[in-house]
């Protein structure tokens, strides 16, 4: 199983950015993702999360009217959009699959597999 996280870089405040999530080795449509981000010396936080068919989705308050979360089961594809960036979302973005239908506000280590993260940092 492999989730490839790609689309991080160097943006200014109150720009946008597109990540992705690649997966393979699984059967994608049977898996809520979720996008979590993590700064240096703190938790690993859910930002984002999506059912396995993409009719639910949920964030948190931070990123809420700002980030949108999607899949495309056809290919085994996840993204976020990333808009009106600030400077307090740098962090390294991690996608995650669990097998669930829509269960995917829950902590990190219910999380069945992750991808490899992707640094975003919002900066003039």
């Known amino acids: 199983v492999q989730l490839q996280a790609s689309g991080g870089g160097l943006v200014q405040p109150g720009g946008s950015l597109r990540l992705s999530c690649a997966v393979s080795?699984?059967?994608?449509?049977?898996?809520?993702v979720a996008w979590f981000r993590q700064v240096p010396g703190k938790e690993r936080e859910l930002v984002a999360g999506?059912?396995?068919?993409?009719?639910?989705?949920d964030y948190a308050d931070s990123v809420k009217g700002r980030f949108t979360i999607a899949r495309d089961n056809a290919k085994n594809t996840a993204y976020l959009q990333m808009n009106s960036l600030k400077p307090e979302d740098t962090a390294v973005y991690y996608c995650?699959?669990?097998?669930?239908?829509?269960?995917?506000?829950?902590?990190?280590?219910?999380?069945?597999?992750w991808g490899q993260g992707t640094l975003v940092t919002v900066s003039s």
């Open positions: 080795g699984l059967t994608f449509g049977q898996y809520a």
């Open positions: 999506i059912s396995r068919s993409g009719d639910t989705t």
């Open positions: 995650a699959a669990r097998r669930t239908y829509n269960r995917f506000w829950v902590p990190r280590d219910e999380y069945d597999y």
